[in-house]
């Protein structure tokens, strides 16, 4: 067991010196959650269309949007996992002695480590906007938590689904595809009580409907979290395990 | 007594060898990469692969350290059997791929401490074990240097001081100095013998050069669609073929001998190297 998280961490810490060695996409990421929160939802909430409660609409998208840049970016991991392999890194690392499942929950800690940043800049981006933002120790500690499953749930969906296509040109197709419906089809940017039933029934099979439920309730002052924290934590959890079952048995067929 | 004796004789013969293959195939669709290779490769031997592109070097390496099934057959690698003992085979083989695949955007002191880390070599002596296999490789002075910085050559010694920092049993390596310049290419063969004398490595590697095979290799093997054409040592395996044989003369005649579909054999190739991406 010792040896295993020894294993989680050399991953990890490889991936993050480079990450701190070449910054580049810890700044780009940053873009897209301003524009989301300073044009959209800025003109959202003027408009009141969307009907979010006691909770103002800027206030309310915020979770969600945190959440869909933690989404957006461990889902592209993959990529770098098939760059891996054209390089022959992975097969290196699969001839080590290391468990296949180290190997994963190593590159899910270093995805947890930019999703981190992206909590960091969404917070400043939040303050100054002016969102009542909750600052108790207690809600930030649970919500890196969180934050830390939902981007280890994504980073390691993202590496099953570059085991099974194998080419870049294939999962930027494929990533394109599945994170868009699984934006909308959640509760990042309207509540669930809005949606048709066909689409409701669909967001409750969404892992990121949790994620955002669960940020919901620890980031903003007044947020509810519909389904209770330790319900998402839990349903987050369990995904994050049947993900890293799987991925240990995919991950070694990126070889074959 | 009389009947334990021969198992035993077995047991022993099988515990001599670094490589015992038995039978070992695997097949991608109906083409077989690999048919029925039987091979021993006795410990400290520096053992050669050779083939043309597509005979199956690439796939049998790739089975023999755990990366790929066999379809049937299997092989012992240091004692234990890749199939029922992977873990245990991967504990006590080092391997170097083909591809220069040092990760460039870390330095080559990182390089080593996360293969270090990964064979779990004990942290008190990770710094010593990489003191070692950094001046063991002449790279000390670009320990600290990001490896995108690094030539080929270097690259590939600092591949070598990755594999061997656990001090594998048997050393795997796929086409070593493949486009490597000449000087590289005969400083990575003289660390090779270094390796195999010194730390008493028993070392596998594939090649189609002939030189190298000649120059390093005590023991080759000549694999032909998937099949060993021809095995010994390379004096051995000149003379069969004539008294004043090169060794690229062996090659092509173990590499194309009996084979009547020279059309056939380029399709297969194509479809293997698509096939292994």
Request: proline share 4%.
């Amino acid at each position: 067991m010792l040896q295993f998280w020894r294993e989680c961490l050399a991953i990890a810490d490889v991936e993050l010196r480079k990450l701190v060695r070449d910054p580049t996409e810890l700044v780009s990421r940053a873009i897209q959650p301003i524009l989301w929160l300073v044009v959209f939802g800025q003109v959202l909430s003027h408009a009141r269309g969307i009907d979010t409660g006691k909770v103002g609409y800027l206030a309310f998208m915020t979770p969600g949007i945190l959440a869909q840049s933690v989404l957006f970016s461990a889902i592209f991991y993959g990529i770098a996992v098939i760059w891996e392999r054209d390089l022959g890194i992975v097969h290196k690392l699969l001839v080590s002695p290391a468990s296949r499942s180290s190997l994963i929950v190593g590159k899910a800690l270093s995805a947890d480590f930019r999703g981190l940043v992206q909590a960091a800049v969404i917070y400043v981006i939040a303050v100054a906007l002016r969102v009542p933002i909750r600052f108790e120790p207690a809600a930030m500690a649970a919500m890196v938590l969180v934050v830390t499953l939902g981007a280890a749930v994504f980073a390691t969906f993202s590496l099953i689904i570059a085991c099974i296509v194998k080419t870049r040109e294939r999962f930027m197709g494929v990533g394109q595809v599945l994170t868009m419906p699984l934006f909308f089809a959640s509760n990042a940017i309207y509540p669930l009580q809005l949606m048709p039933a066909w689409l409701r029934s669909i967001a409750t099979f969404n892992p990121l409907t949790y994620f955002v439920d669960a940020l919901r309730g620890l980031m903003i002052q007044g947020g509810q979290s519909v389904y209770g924290i330790g319900w998402d934590c839990g349903v987050l959890s369990l995904v994050f395990l049947a993900l890293l079952a799987i991925a240990a048995r995919t991950y070694p067929h990126l070889v074959r | 007594m009389s009947q334990s004796e021969p198992a035993a004789a077995a047991a022993a013969a099988t515990a001599e060898a670094a490589i015992a293959i038995t039978g070992l195939t695997r097949s991608f669709g109906d083409l077989l990469a690999v048919d029925h290779i039987d091979c021993d490769v006795a410990y400290g031997e520096i053992f050669g692969l050779l083939g043309a592109n597509g005979a199956g070097k690439s796939t049998t390496i790739k089975i023999l350290t755990t990366l790929l099934p066999a379809s049937a057959g299997t092989a012992r690698v240091a004692g234990f059997d890749i199939r029922l003992a992977s873990a245990a085979v991967r504990r006590r083989i080092g391997y170097v791929p083909q591809l220069l695949s040092a990760d460039g955007a870390l330095t080559g002191y990182e390089n080593l401490l996360l293969s270090a880390r990964l064979y779990a070599v004990a942290h008190a002596e990770q710094a010593a074990r990489i003191a070692d296999a950094l001046q063991f490789m002449g790279l000390e002075q670009a320990a600290r240097r990001l490896v995108k910085t690094y030539s080929g050559g270097m690259i590939r010694r600092l591949e070598l001081a990755q594999a061997m920092l656990h001090r594998p049993k048997v050393l795997f390596l796929d086409e070593p100095t493949i486009g490597l310049d000449p000087l590289a290419r005969h400083t990575v063969w003289e660390r090779l013998a270094h390796l195999n004398r010194d730390y008493g490595m028993t070392i596998l590697l594939t090649t189609h050069d002939m030189e190298e095979a000649e120059h390093l290799c005590g023991d080759i093997a000549i694999l032909h669609a998937g099949r060993i054409a021809a095995r010994g040592r390379p004096q051995a395996l000149k003379s069969v073929v004539s008294p004043q044989a090169t060794m690229d003369e062996v090659f092509a005649h173990f590499s194309s001998a009996s084979d009547s579909g020279r059309w056939r054999d380029t399709a297969d190739t194509r479809r293997v190297a698509r096939r292994l991406g």
